[in-house]
């Protein structure tokens, strides 16, 4: 708590130091006691802890009721909260803003994944978009995609032949400037390649001609 409270002093780390601080009032109840008065996860309470993540409002609330925390606390811990909140949707638009900016983008010529026929060739078709988007390093890509993508994570999606981490694919393509109805031709691919795997696709019968559409 002390590196919270001396080193990172954001919105996010400040609403963590302020849970610590009611959780001590209450003689620094365990995880796992918390988890069960509020009836959330041991996980979920630790990452608001040590100011890692950011809860919604209606588990804080949870949160809060399981620490017995009286209304002018409560107050203190929400006003903390809406600036938290209001604190990463600005990270969120000035990263949208710094990508756009950062490498020119052309609106044409994008890699086609329709013919895409397995995972592999998925994979090269990867490949080729990071070429499109200006072959950004991995360091660039991981920046642009923020918790969502590590350099090591991109690294081995790219060099591997099996079919990527849905969330992980869609990070990706937007950290090359894939967007809008692009990016649902991607994820058209993503999910034929998935039910093609299984004995799912017989509920799918138009996975092979579908693709038609989006020309």
Request: charge should be positive; charged fraction near 25%; aromatic fraction near 6%.
């Amino acid at each position: 708590m002390a590196s919270i409270e001396k080193v990172n002093r954001t919105p996010s780390s400040e609403l963590a130091l302020a849970l610590n601080e009611l959780r001590s009032k209450q003689g620094g109840l365990t995880l796992r006691t918390l988890a069960n008065r509020s009836k959330l996860s041991t996980g979920s309470i630790q990452g608001w802890l040590s100011g890692r993540a950011l809860p919604r409002r209606e588990p804080l609330l949870q949160f809060l009721e399981a620490l017995d925390s009286g209304p002018d606390d409560t107050a203190r811990v929400l006003r903390l909260w809406d600036r938290a909140v209001g604190d990463r949707q600005s990270e969120q638009r000035g990263a949208e803003t710094m990508f756009r900016s950062d490498i020119p983008v052309p609106q044409f010529g994008q890699p086609d994944p329709l013919t895409v026929a397995t995972p592999a060739q998925l994979v090269e078709a990867l490949r080729a978009v990071r070429i499109w988007a200006g072959s950004p390093s991995l360091r660039t890509l991981a920046n642009r995609g923020r918790s969502r993508l590590s350099k090591s994570s991109i690294g081995a999606m790219l060099n591997s032949e099996e079919l990527p981490k849905y969330d992980r694919f869609v990070a990706y393509l937007h950290a090359c400037g894939i967007r809008e109805r692009n990016l649902d031709v991607w994820v058209f691919t993503w999910r034929r390649l998935k039910a093609l795997q299984g004995p799912e696709s017989q509920w799918m019968p138009g996975l092979t001609s579908a693709a038609t559409e989006f020309r």
